[in-house]
T-cell receptor, first 114, second 113 residues
Framework: DAGITQSPRHKVTETGTPVTLRCHQT?????MYWYRQDPGHGLRLIHY???????DKGEVSDGYSVSRSKTEDFLLTLESATSSQTSVYFC?????????????FGEGSRLTVL | QKEVEQNSGPLSVPEGAIASLNCTYS??????FFWYRQYSGKSPELIMS????GDKEDGRFTAQLNKASQYVSLLIRDSQPSDSATYLC?????????????FGKGTKLSVIP
């Protein structure tokens, strides 16, 4: 299994506070992704990265920013958390090339915004 | 909007039966197709990938792809209670950004002992 760890695994925060979720991988994979998963919506892509300092928006990027200063770390920041951002967040990676759809997922981070 | 559609279920099958999970997609140019399994409270894990029309078998799992009908399916033979999970269909869209996956909402499978 790919070594992908997310932190924190659980977080409860107040509306309006900033939150940062961290994804760390030990596989030297080029591509990294942040998804959110909500009942009735499935997995939706927030942001992704195709290299150090190379990031782009996904389907539901409003209210989120990302940074990737090293191959192994991909940070997701909620600048001012809202209740609609209560969700389970998954980080995923893939080495790229012809098998870019073969994702390896982290354990998930459950965020509750009160 | 490129979409991936799945019946949400739940799909209930008796132990030992064949479970058939279906998925349709809207992007005719899609090239790569995947099935992920997600146990309750866990993260998704890849179980099958298929890139060309026809069948691909891996143990008890068979993925079937029909690009003309924009249809991909997953058959699970000799279903076991441990197969009870949500199965996510995922598609790599055509064109720029083809490294992005679009997921269906998943079909919940329950295998009854």
């Amino acid at each position: 299994d790919a070594g992908i760890t997310q932190s924190p695994r659980h977080k409860v925060t107040e509306t309006g506070t900033p939150v940062t979720l961290r994804c760390h991988q030990t596989e030297n994979h080029r591509y990294m992704y942040w998804y959110r998963q909500d009942p009735g919506h499935g997995l939706r892509l927030i942001h992704y990265s195709y290299g150090v300092k190379d990031t782009d928006k996904g389907e539901v990027s409003d209210g989120y920013s990302v940074s990737r200063s090293k191959t192994e770390d991909f940070l997701l920041t909620l600048e001012s958390a809202t209740s609609s951002q209560t969700s389970v967040y998954f980080c995923a990676t893939t080495p790229g090339g012809p098998n870019t759809g073969e994702l390896f997922f982290g354990e998930g981070s459950r965020l509750t915004v009160l | 909007q490129k979409e991936v559609e799945q019946n949400s279920g739940p799909l209930s099958v008796p132990e030992g039966a064949i479970a058939s999970l279906n998925c349709t997609y809207s992007d005719r140019g899609s090239q790569s197709f995947f099935w992920y399994r997600q146990y309750s409270g866990k993260s998704p894990e890849l179980i099958m990938s298929i890139y060309s029309n026809g069948d691909k078998e891996d143990g008890r799992f068979t993925a079937q792809l029909n690009k003309a009908s924009q249809y991909v399916s997953l058959l699970i033979r000799d279903s076991q209670p441990s197969d009870s999970a949500t199965y996510l269909c995922a598609v790599t869209p055509s064109g720029a950004g083809s490294y992005q996956l679009t997921f269906g909402k998943g079909t919940k499978l329950s295998v009854i002992p």
